[in-house]
């Protein structure tokens, strides 16, 4: 009789066992991808890079600017000496120096423009990061991630689900 109880009760320890492992939770997790990004860029040499290249053309841009100005107020002067060939002559300069920095403003603008979207797009950055995001999520026990850029699905969830700290750390950007 108690072999018989002891077999029943294994049995039943099993079949719960199996029910267990059969009825696994799904557990979601959330990932802030812009906040990440914005961490992983503050420091590192394409965003310095792009930040010096910022700096300089800003710096060429104010140079160019105080030119104009100064240009200005010598036909101020002229224009109070009466000295028309004079006005006429920073007139053009002016308008030409004028047409000059609003091209070079342009340029470098679309410059700056292309080298972000580049920082962006770069395949390094999302290697490294979905590897992170699935040793997280592995480490964690989470079943999927979800990013919150897209987060057209997303009506709601708990801050205890979200990941991006632990992402940020893994990559080390802390």
């Not at 590897?131 to 964690?140: F, M």
């Amino acid at each position: 009789m108690k072999k018989i109880f002891l077999l029943l009760a294994l049995s039943v320890a099993a079949a719960f066992s199996l029910s267990a492992q059969a009825q696994q939770i799904t557990r979601f997790g959330v990932v802030d991808t812009a906040k990440v990004y914005q961490a992983y860029f503050k420091n590192s040499s394409p965003m310095r890079n792009y930040e010096a290249k910022k700096a300089e053309f800003q710096s060429e841009i104010n140079a160019r600017a105080d030119e104009i100005r100064n240009l200005r107020s010598q036909k101020n002067s002229a224009s109070l000496a009466g000295d028309e060939s004079e006005i006429s002559r920073l007139d053009s300069e002016i308008a030409k120096k004028t047409e000059s920095l609003t091209e070079y403003t342009k340029s470098k603008n679309l410059e700056l423009e292309n080298l972000k979207n580049s920082m962006q797009s770069s395949n390094e950055f999302y290697t490294k990061l979905y590897k992170v995001i699935e040793r997280v999520a592995e480490n964690e026990g989470f079943t999927m991630i979800l990013s919150l850029q897209q987060n057209n699905g997303i009506l709601w969830y708990s801050t205890s689900v979200d990941v991006t700290e632990k992402v940020i750390s893994e990559l080390n950007l802390k």
